[in-house]
């Protein structure tokens, strides 16, 4: 596709339960990020992928979350026991380049919305 | 460390009349700045930024901003608001050469008729 995209874009689900979001990025942007928004707030970083590599995971908030990118593309969101807390928008977005992306010019996509019961 | 206040949650104007959306910076470091807009069930779009170039940036649309050191400001404006223009905007922080962006709380934008 054209532009980022992340599937599901709405997800349901009950406390303590396993959750994955998925991200494809735009088609040869070596560099994802994925950012949390909740409601009223801006967007918070949580992890940056260069390649397969999560080069910078330092925004997760806790070992629930864990992200992969096995092959450099695609990638996922994963997050165990979730909790009610968790319930927010979760945010990818790619680059091009590790120098485009530090430059701030990150394409986002429209986000998973996660709501927990 | 490094953040963005934006000064207003939400802000209000009559289409045709000026914009201005504040922002103040902090970052112990020279920061790149940005403005990313967000429409209703779209993506965050980039609509400028500053890199310590030229201190006035021109983005999409007809918006700029004005990197003002002395008052740690990065203001967004447009001479002349249209109805297309209402959304969210979030002034965004990140340190030079960065890849993490701290993003403000974001001013909902309203343009009435």
């Known amino acids: 596709g054209a532009g980022v995209s992340q599937t599901p874009s709405n997800k349901v689900t009950e406390k303590g339960k396993y959750v994955e979001l998925r991200c494809d990025p735009i088609?040869?942007?070596?560099?994802l990020y994925w950012y949390r928004q909740s409601l009223g707030q801006g967007p918070e970083f949580l992890i940056y992928f260069q390649g397969t590599g999560a080069a910078d995971d330092s925004g997760l908030p806790n070992d629930r979350f864990f992200a992969v990118r096995p092959e450099g593309s695609v990638s996922t969101l994963k997050i165990q026991r979730t909790e009610r807390g968790d319930s927010a928008v979760y945010l990818c977005?790619?680059?091009?380049?590790?120098?485009?992306?530090?430059?701030?010019?990150?394409?986002f996509g429209e986000g998973s919305r996660l709501t927990v019961l | 460390a490094q953040s963005v206040t934006q000064l207003d949650s939400h802000v209000s104007v009559s289409e045709g009349t000026p914009v201005l959306l504040r922002c103040n910076y902090s970052s112990s470091y020279s920061p790149s700045l940005f403005w990313y807009v967000q429409h209703p069930n779209k993506g965050l779009q980039l609509l400028l930024k500053y890199t310590s170039a030229a201190t006035l940036v021109k983005g999409i649309n007809g918006f700029e901003a004005e990197f003002k050191k002395s008052e740690t400001s990065f203001h967004l404006t447009k001479p002349s608001a249209h109805m297309s223009d209402a959304a969210e905007y979030f002034c965004v922080v990140t340190r030079g050469g960065g890849n993490k962006l701290t993003f403000g709380t974001g001013t909902q934008l309203k343009v009435e008729l």
């Open positions: 977005a790619s680059s091009p380049t590790r120098d485009r992306a530090s430059t701030g010019e990150l394409f």
């Open positions: 088609s040869g942007h070596t560099a």
